[in-house]
């Protein structure tokens, strides 16, 4: 069956760094675009990312731009998140998710999602 499992989250002080790791299983993941959703605590859920199938095309929301990346590794069938930068208002559960369409800033644009890894920004 289809299976996303994230890691790689923790605390960080402002200003640092975390890269997150999305490990996918049960599917052809060179086939699918996939995502980076995040929901912090008593909000709704923010895109944060897409990457295409390739790898080589990517798109961020204005609040990660410059400080996040998205990459794949199709070989390992694994997504990453690179997180620089970090600030409090990053704080959320970060979940990776699957899509059959590269659409940017839609929340919902996926059928599997991971169950998420907690990132949190305090000092």
């Known amino acids: 069956q289809v299976k996303l499992v994230e890691s790689g989250g923790g605390l960080v002080q402002p200003g640092g760094s975390l890269r997150l790791s999305c490990d996918a299983s049960?599917?052809?993941?060179?086939?699918?675009?996939m995502i980076w959703v995040r929901q912090a605590p008593g909000k709704g859920p923010e895109w944060v990312s897409i990457?295409?199938?390739?790898?080589?095309?990517?798109r961020y929301s204005d609040s990660v731009k410059g400080r996040f990346t998205i990459s794949r590794d199709n070989a390992e069938n694994t997504l990453y998140l690179e997180m620089n930068s970090l600030k409090p208002e990053d704080t959320a559960l970060y979940y990776c998710?699957?899509?059959?369409?590269?659409?940017?800033?839609?929340?919902?644009?996926?059928?599997?999602r991971g169950q998420g890894t907690q990132v949190t920004v305090n000092s």
């Open positions: 049960g599917f052809a993941f060179p086939n699918f675009y």
């Open positions: 990457i295409n199938r390739n790898g080589d095309v990517a």
């Open positions: 998710a699957r899509s059959a369409r590269f659409i940017i800033d839609v929340t919902d644009e996926y059928d599997y």
